[in-house]
């Protein structure tokens, strides 16, 4: 079973910043499309950003201007850079790959983001 794994998260100040990685040990991982997710206590999962192999990004509403997706296949790696960070943004942020064609589908654990003064 692939397991992707997430790091970065922590506890920041409103306004402040935060980079996460997620490396993902797939063959072919240049053709998945990468994406960020995240979900608060008692809320849905809610997608965050996503990025393509063709580079093509994709952002929810709410982190628009703020965040940015972004990716490394000669690391095996996707990150999203979180600026302007606020309160709202508190939740466990999960990495997700998905491969074009099929089913199939990764998550990691989660990493941690805590937004407070």
């Known amino acids: 079973q692939v397991q992707l794994a997430e790091s970065g998260g922590g506890l920041v100040q409103p306004g402040g910043s935060l980079r996460l990685s997620c490396t993902a040990p797939l063959s072919m991982f240049s053709t998945y499309r990468m994406g960020w997710y995240r979900q608060a206590p008692g809320e849905g999962r809610e997608l965050v950003a996503t990025i393509t192999d063709r580079y093509n990004t994709n952002y929810a509403d709410s982190v628009k201007g703020r965040f940015t997706i972004s990716r490394d296949n000669t690391k095996k790696s996707v990150y999203l850079q979180m600026n302007s960070l606020q309160p709202e943004d508190t939740a466990v942020y999960l990495c997700?790959?998905?491969?074009?064609?099929?089913?199939?589908?990764?998550w990691g654990q989660g990493t941690q983001v805590t937004v407070s003064s």
């Open positions: 997700n790959a998905q491969f074009p064609i099929g089913p199939v589908n990764y």
